[in-house]
């Protein structure tokens, strides 16, 4: 895995999710190649807009939107691969930090298991796997945890579209 840190404005380089739905706060991890891999992140302190009714007096971060970050992480994994793939790891680091493309796609198919449920405060950690291309779909593994003990995992599917610069 080689260590590749990106901030919160280099994400947004690669996606085009802004806050309140910017799920990833920072990636410190990614391994190219056919089983590629993403390791991310995301502190929730209890303030974010969603707990004001889910559920006031009993905050529970939402199972769509643990989906909705291994998405994004699926999402930042296939930007990565395809800049690898395209300029190697020295240009990797050099093209994270200038202006790149966007990472477009759908997500066709979410089949996560949800074992406990995440209050804030919490460190969500996401780990995210390129399982395999499928007449045009994509499949990638993911596992969230928060301190080391497994919150949800399952896969997504998704439809990607083309890298676009803005």
Sequence with gaps: MLKLELDKPAIQRLIPHRDPMLLVAGV????????????AWLAIDGSEPVFAGHFPGAPIWPGAYLIEGVAQCAALLLALQSIHASVGEAGLRSFTA???PIASGLLARAALDFHHPVRPPAQLRYEVQLLGEFGGLIKIAG????????VAEGSVTVVPGPLERP
């Design 28 to 39: 410190d991890g990614f391994a190219p190649g056919r089983s590629a891999r993403l390791r």
């Design 98 to 100: 200038s202006p790149g």
């Design 143 to 150: 596992h969230v945890s928060v301190e080391g003990k497994t």
